[in-house]
């Protein structure tokens, strides 16, 4: 099976940046379409970006588009997320979530992905 471990989250003022990794392991990377997921306290998982197996295609939710970016080097088997201006509503864990149902789609629906890493705490303070 695909094993996902998330890294580079922790704690960042309003407007800065931060960017998650998450490195790959088990299975051929390349074959998975990738996603990102958060879920903040007090409320349900929400889709955040996902990209297909060639990185040729991206999706994002509307609350982080044009503030986010997804990438993957499947050379290094890792997935990216590059987050920039962040606000406090940005909080949240974030997991690393990796589908094997059609990696030529950016899917955006939870419920396709069968490989979860543990997540990464990003808390943006005021």
């Known amino acids: 099976q695909l094993r996902l471990l998330e890294s580079g989250g922790g704690l960042v003022q309003a407007g800065g940046s931060l960017r998650l990794s998450c490195a790959a392991s088990g299975c051929t990377f390349r074959n998975y379409g990738m996603g990102w997921f958060r879920r903040a306290l007090g409320k349900e998982r929400e889709f955040v970006a996902a990209?297909?197996?060639?990185?040729?295609?991206?999706n994002y939710a509307d609350s982080v588009k044009g503030r986010f970016t997804i990438s993957r080097d499947n050379a290094n088997n890792k997935l990216l997320l590059q987050m920039n201006s962040l606000k406090p509503e940005d909080t949240a864990v974030y997991y690393c979530a990796g589908h094997p149902w059609d990696p030529s789609i950016a899917t955006m629906t939870s419920t396709r992905y069968e490989y979860w890493g543990p997540g990464t705490q990003v808390t943006v303070s005021s």
């Open positions: 990209i297909t197996w060639n990185g040729g295609s991206t």
